[in-house]
């Protein structure tokens, strides 16, 4: 899974993500451009089982003031499209 992250962050704290209540997993910001920030989530069976089953994705990331920032995305349909894939 690649996340596309804006900029205006800090960097060293990478990004924290989470399937509802599950285990955050941090992960490194791996490079930006003019578009943003991009990092690279591998989706094993577990990761993919907790998405199917789950309500949502949570991506935490600190700005420059180093704030936590959460966006939430709403997993709703995800084992249909997956399913299209």
């Known amino acids: ?7 205006g962050m800090h ?3 990478g990004v ?8 955050p997993i941090k992960v490194a910001i791996q490079t930006c451009d003019l578009r943003g920030c991009f990092a690279g989530v591998p989706v094993d069976a577990v990761m993919l089982k907790a998405k199917k089953r789950g309500q949502t994705l949570s991506v935490a990331l600190r700005n420059l003031k180093k704030q936590t920032i959460a966006i939430n995305l709403n997993l709703k ?3 249909a499209a997956f399913k299209k894939l």
């Open 1 to 7: 899974m690649l996340l596309h992250l804006p900029h």
């Open 11 to 13: 960097l060293p704290a």
């Open 16 to 23: 924290v993500i989470r399937v509802d209540k599950g285990k």
């Open 77 to 79: 349909g995800f084992t």
